[in-house]
């Protein structure tokens, strides 16, 4: 007996049967119809070569050739090649080569890829527990997992820098995180509220899940298709600029994204990559052209940027664009991390730009004479103040050596005066010492009964006799006559010379009187005009220091005149002369008069009104 495939006319499907006396005649396919093989063993099939039904007997299938091209027809091997799925859109059942990428469906048209619909089918008949992940490139920004109507308990892995959404009967429910899941209803509380899963492996529910990239994507290009008009502001005139640059793309928003942009698609990506019906780039070009072609002449304007400068100015023409780009990519659930305007097309050939390329230079060249003169001045500047430092420098050495010769002379000055004091200080000792001594010895005299007037009275009066009595001898000896006589010549010429200056004598030695031994002397009277010792107490002193303590006799204190004036070199007090007798500085010149402005005060000599208050101008 020999084996081969009959098709069941009710549902399609293949039903293995035998050829031979004992083999039996009637199949029960699983959709219930029973096979007659006898009868249903002729079927009619379309030549995958040429097109032509042919009606041939499917048990003896490697001898059926088609009569038109002569190829052969739904033989063994190609029975085995053959796969059965439904198609992706629409759901009906088709039938195609295993080796097959794409198949057409004929119903709704929609382009089925032959891989990952064998792989649902296959699943779904095995009734095992499915892995759903994705590991795509990094460009795709949404991916939607082949696989649907997952099995209960299947698992859910999602990668570090993604997210899925889980979708039932069309609804976005649950958002998941990177980690992995379990398809049940205790990690579903969404899809516990509006569908109850089954219990048993084969009970399945319609599910879909897309995976989100939130990677950021680098480096993705943009451009302006055309020209932008700008009008130069200091000319006046139009000209025409392009830009173009990089960008950075991330979901911020999966859901958003997701329903807003995706809707049932099977993914979206930046670029035109195969496997999707959108791209980003595609989807955006048309909001980013407008946006830089909107913003880049006023932002240019707004900052005052030069157009030959305009590189110096990328990074604040890429932050402003950006600004203005964000709010419509947030509406989609993308950012923009980084914008950036790499170039800026300017127009080279343009007359109109070649002669603000002129100006500029022309400008430029006077910015360039205008620093070469701040140069000059600057350097005029600090010679000037080089020489004027060097004058100040001369002048102060000057004013120090006048300052040292100055400083010596007083020192000089200051040695004489010391000097002059410590001879005054021992001349003082001396007349003290002195003084000292002449009241000592008026004090023992005062003690013998007798003062200094007595000695000199006596010490007139013996001299006085003396004389008289040396007379007589000098008048013996001139007149040669004897002793006798001469005594008494000589004694009567001196009475005749004494009755001669007795008026004169008297006149000297009045109030000198002998003093008479037998009666003592009284004490003569305190003179008038003597001064107390402060020190001591002591009164009517007439000598220059105190007898008791030493104190020197204060020296009265004498107006001092009016045309007087201190030294301010050396400090000499009281100079009544033009220069200072002490260092030779002359004396200043009194200060003049000036009038108050605030309160009308007249002839102000200080620096500060006295009136007011107000400082001298």
Partial sequence: MAKFVIQCPNCGKYAEAKTGFFARKKIDCACGYTI????????????????NMVVFDQSNTKKQKCPVCGEQINTADALDKMAEFSCEQCGVRLRTAKNAEKYICPVCDFENFIPERLMSEQIKKDGLASIIKYEGDNETLVWKHPIEDFNFGSQLIVHESQEAIFFRDGQALDLFGPGRYTLETQQLPLLEKVYKLPTDNEGT????VYFINKTVQMAIKWGTPEKVRFIDPLTGVPLELGASGELNLMVSDSRKLLLKLVGTMKGIAWGDSEGFTKSVQAAFRPLITTAVKANLSSVIKDNAIDLLEVDEKLELISARLQEKLLPGFEEYGLTIPQFYVTHVVLPEDDPNFKRIRELHTITLQTRVYQAEATVLSAKAQSEAQYRTA???????IEAARRGAVLEQQTTETEIARREAERKVIAAQAEAQAQRMAGLTEAEVMQAKGYNQKDVIQAEVQKSYAQAIGDMGPAITAGGGGSGLMGDLLGLGVGMAAASAVAPQIGNLMQGFQVPNMATPAAPAAAPAGGWDCPNCGTKNIQSRFCP?????KPEPVAAPAADTWDCPACGAKGITSRFCPNCGQKKPEPPKGWDCPDCGQKGITTNFCPNCGRKRD
């Fill in 36 to 51: 007659d093989v006898r009868t249903d063993k002729l079927v009619g099939r379309e030549c995958p070569h040429c097109g």
């Fill in 390 to 396: 060097q004058e100040q420098s001369k002048a102060a």
């Fill in 205 to 208: 529910f319609h599910s879909e």
């Fill in 548 to 552: 008791d303590c030493g104190t020197k």
